[in-house]
């Protein structure tokens, strides 16, 4: 098996594709389009993308391509996010911190805290910070500490995130729809065709009626206006089940547009 | 009146302040935190913080303070986001681009295909980025036409962003409810006590069989750990209103915590 992801070596994405196949071969991307491009243009068996995060909640750019192009999660990862601060330099000489936009963003305090002033430069993934930093005593990067020792970094400091309790739910990207296992999850992207009152609570009255269990729900703008929004919503079973399938058959009429995304053995 | 905001001068802060009211005097601070600590402290009469863009969504920032401290939204000003790329210098030149995060996002694909490999380096505001790359041609700012007048930079390119729909709803954050104008809207952040099924359908039944319109409802991790997710809720109507009052008395009882976070005028 051939798992695409976001490189260089040292990513959370590796440590996902790691607890996924810890035999797949592994082909690194510079950033996540070029993760789902692998994928679309069959490079790769199944791709590797984060899709959400506990402390800093989803990814626009997978959810993005979720609705845009055809293709479906065919699984789920749940990594825990630990970030260090590494350098090659000391602590009290760092001017410019780096590291992946989320990855500041779940240590933003931190940052102010810490290194009130400090430049912020992002980069495509946290071991691309890594990797840069190695160079550069000024500079310390926000990564994991296997990005430290790949790219020979010291742990300045441990376990930096604002919350101790983070983790990233990565999602497997593929083209095709995996068999029922009795504990599934399936996902789904609906626009609706007008915001009259209750016109949601139509819809997930179709769940409810059949005691479908719901485990997400969440607007996404559609780039449409302001106003305007996606809906993310998973529930529990797979899009074969019965039950899922009536209440999918429904919803059709009261929508604008349905994607089913995927449906994927549930991860606890 | 003075009204606290993101500085330096030339952000879209300083364009929602000026369309709230012309004749307020700016207070402008360095990051949203100072903001949000201007208004808890009196040190102004009401902040100005965006909350939601139509093509990135929430401000994650903004809805994690109006959960954690005791402020409300005491208003909206929406403003038309339009990016422009800003240097001393050629865009041949440019090997350095600066910009708040959320502007960095809205370009995305900007960046991506006619920058790729530059260095993308975040500032605290878009007017951040514009008055430090005054001082050095081989960078770039994302910034507004305004920002270009203020610090002396040409327009390399204009209206950046990926879509060219592009709108920022900014909140007015205060410690008052305004008196009722008939045309109100109702903001609210709930904590539902479980994920039974149908927890989130009961709820929104309050709203519809009392025939109040949500113009949003957009979930957030609560921060407790992956699934746990806290709900924002916008409503047509006052909080003193009948009916919405009733129906926020009758989802207390649903709830595990139900935060009111503002009345105020509805913008269209």
Redesign the interface.
Known sequence: MIIGLLGPKGTYSQKAANQLDITAQLMFFD?L?EVIESVLSNEVDCGIAPI??????SI??TLDALWEFDINIMGEV?VSIRHCLLSKGRIEDIKVILSH?QA??QC?RFI?TQFKGV?????GSTSHAAKHTSEFPEMAAIASTESARQYGLDILAHDIQD?K?N?T?FAVLGREIPPATGHDKTSIIIHLAN????A???L??E??IR???????????S?????D?LFYIDMEGHQLDTNVQDALNCIINLVDKLKIIGSYRLME
């Open positions: 950033d389009e959400e995060n506990s402390l800093e909640g626009g750019i749940i936009p500041l963003a933003r102010h430049k912020i430069q992002t980069t919350y309790e983790h739910r915001d009259r009152p209750g949601l609570y139509e997930l009255g769940f409810a005691n479908i269990n719901l485990t997400k729900i969440e607007s996404r703008p780039k449409m206006g302001l106003g929004y």
